[in-house]
């Protein structure tokens, strides 16, 4: 599981094998027990959620919208190769 930014207590990554044929560009997030999914277009989507509260997926919508480029570098890195 690749991470690509760790921020406010945040993990972000992606799973080695993001499926066949492999999906479209998203991140996951966790902290503590929760975790969600987004995907990662023109902005950002949210795809999945498990335990986090409204506040906190805003939250981490901006953290997202602010490292957009980054994560896509990071995915494109490792699934484009």
């Given at each position: 599981m690749p991470t690509v930014l760790n921020e406010n207590g945040y993990r972000f990554f992606f799973f080695s094998?993001?499926?066949?044929?492999?999906?479209?560009c998203h991140i996951h997030v966790r902290k503590h027990g929760s975790l969600a999914?987004?995907?990662i277009d023109k902005g950002c989507a949210l795809a999945e959620?498990?335990?986090f509260t409204a506040k906190e997926l805003n939250e981490i919508s901006t953290i997202i919208?602010?490292?957009?480029?980054e994560i896509k570098?990071?995915?494109?890195?490792?699934?484009?190769?």
């Open positions: 094998n993001e499926g066949n044929p492999l999906e479209p999914k987004f995907w959620n498990i335990g919208d602010n490292h957009t480029d570098e990071a995915w494109n890195g490792f699934f484009c190769k």
